[in-house]
């Protein structure tokens, strides 16, 4: 059995350094707070001001702003209650688990615990649950709802008690073989080439309609559509990486395409800090190098962090392709073999714009 990411059972799942990198991705940061406050207030000065045509068009840009700022609020929305009602509080528990045979009129998954049936949308743990026969756990409280992770993910699955009497499926083994035959792979490589597409869109939009409010509120003057301009600027921001993204996705699934099997590469990550890209120094086959994850995950970087060590399905042009065996998450990560003597890797300035929290990594 391969050696996953598991949470620490001594503490609350809330102190667990693993469920904390997760929290940190499910909480509502302060330039998101920021920026659908000023979109909130541009909103309303927009009906009291004369309308022109770039204050109308304002009013539209910032209302999609407001929706869509009131729509990001709902993904991840079950984590943060259960941080909320001190579901965490405790500290999660290894279960012996299988999983339930679904039924044609009954598309929720369950899994089968000792003594206890929760039921939910437990699609990624589906596979990993098979193979390892175990769950973590916390709850269920007086309401019966739980929270479930499975072993090599930092996410959380909303799960709620169930009763009744299910038949178990068979326990699945997975075997490590080649990356490019793994259908989870594959399906992952299709996944990330649809969202770099789609990462594109929001840029180009951005563009078009931070260009559009500018000359429409220039004559006549409508500030209101020049401020509307700004909080649409930010996203352009984002180019640069969208162009890294898309070369270095392209590598990625070259060198899964050759690999005839994964390597298990041993990795000492740096002490994260803010303003510096999360990397390390890694035992490559090789010899030593400085690895970078411009683009990280927060499930591979977690199992990296862990483990010691990162699971590479391929290599193509010094980017590797590192991800968690039998999951389908991938990552490119750069080899820098110039840089093995570093013990840090600080940032270019346009990446530290909108950067994300890993200071939760151990040290």
Not at 66 to 90: I, K
Not at 146 to 163: F, I, L, P, Q
Not at 190 to 214: D, H, I, K, N
Request: hydrophobic share 50%.
């Amino acid at each position: 059995m391969l050696h996953y990411l598991e949470p620490r059972t001594d503490v609350p799942a809330k102190d667990d350094w693993s469920t904390r990198l997760a929290l940190a991705d499910v909480r509502i940061g302060v330039r998101q707070r920021v920026e659908s406050l000023f979109a909130a207030v541009a909103l309303v000065v927009t009906f009291l001001v004369p309308g022109t045509p770039g204050n109308t068009a304002a009013r539209i840009v910032l209302g999609v702003m407001v929706v869509m700022s009131l729509l990001a609020l709902l993904p991840n929305r079950s984590v943060r209650l259960a941080l909320r009602g001190g579901l965490l509080d405790e500290p999660w528990r290894r279960e012996a688990a299988a999983v339930a045979r679904e039924h044609e009129n009954d598309p929720v998954h369950r899994l089968l615990l000792s003594g206890l049936v929760l039921k939910g949308w437990f699609h990624d743990l589906i596979p990993v649950v098979l193979d390892r026969g175990e769950v973590f756990v916390c709850g269920p409280d007086a309401d019966g709802r739980a929270m479930v992770r499975a072993a090599g993910s930092t996410s959380m699955n909303k799960a709620v008690a169930d009763e009744g009497h299910f038949q178990a499926r068979d326990r699945e083994e997975w075997v490590l073989g080649r990356p490019g035959d793994d259908e989870e792979v594959r399906d992952g490589l299709v996944l990330s080439r649809a969202l770099v597409r789609w990462f594109w869109v929001f840029p180009a939009v951005a563009l078009v309609v931070a260009g559009v409010l500018v000359a429409l509120s220039i004559s006549p003057f409508a500030p209101t559509g020049l401020v509307a301009a700004a909080l649409v600027a930010p996203v352009l921001l984002d180019v640069p990486a969208a162009v890294e993204i898309a070369r270095r996705q392209r590598d990625v699934a070259r060198a899964v395409a050759t690999a005839e099997t994964w390597t298990s590469v041993p990795v000492r990550l740096f002490p994260w800090r803010r303003g510096h890209h999360v990397a390390g120094i890694a035992d490559l086959p090789e010899g030593r190098a400085l690895v970078r994850f411009p683009a990280p995950l927060y499930d591979i970087v977690a199992n990296v962090a862990d483990t010691g060590a990162m699971w590479v399905a391929g290599t193509h042009r010094g980017i590797l392709a590192v991800g968690v065996p039998g999951t389908g998450q991938l990552m490119f990560a750069v080899a820098d073999p110039d840089r093995a003597d570093r013990t840090s890797d600080p940032m270019s300035w346009w990446r530290r714009t909108s950067p994300r929290d890993y200071s939760a990594l151990p040290h």
